[in-house]
């Protein structure tokens, strides 16, 4: 069993900088995927960033290549989404999710088995 809690994220302004973090706790997330997903409201959840743990591959949405970077700590089992150039279109709930394995379909949030609680983003000037 895994607990994934998310910190970070906040209020900027458009073009600006922000981050959110996520730890897993309960056993290491070694062997792992872990991912990053969004949902705005009244809009779907949808995929941001992924990676697989052991190797450090990394996976982005088109909406986001380029100005956000996914990255993981092995020591402190934590997973990372540093977000720059920000748009108001990005303002949602960030939720951290893992699974055990190396996922193809890394960008569907239905593989995932664990979820963190949520970090809020606004992007607002």
């Known amino acids: 069993q895994v607990q994934l809690v998310e910190s970070g994220g906040g209020l900027v302004q458009p073009g600006g900088s922000l981050s959110v973090s996520c730890v897993a706790s309960g056993r290491t997330a070694s062997g792992y995927t872990m991912g990053w997903f969004r949902q705005a409201p009244g809009k779907e959840r949808e995929f941001v960033a992924a990676i697989r743990w052991t190797s450090g591959i990394t996976y982005y949405a088109d909406s986001v290549k380029g100005r956000f970077t996914i990255s993981r700590d092995t020591a402190k089992n934590t997973v990372d989404l540093q977000m720059s150039s920000l748009k108001p279109e990005d303002t949602a709930v960030y939720y951290c999710?893992?699974?055990?394995?190396?996922?193809?379909?890394?960008?569907?949030?239905?593989?995932?088995?664990?979820w963190g609680q949520g970090a809020q983003v606004t992007v607002s000037s």
């Open positions: 999710a893992g699974r055990s394995g190396t996922l193809l379909n890394y960008y569907r949030d239905s593989v995932y088995d664990y």
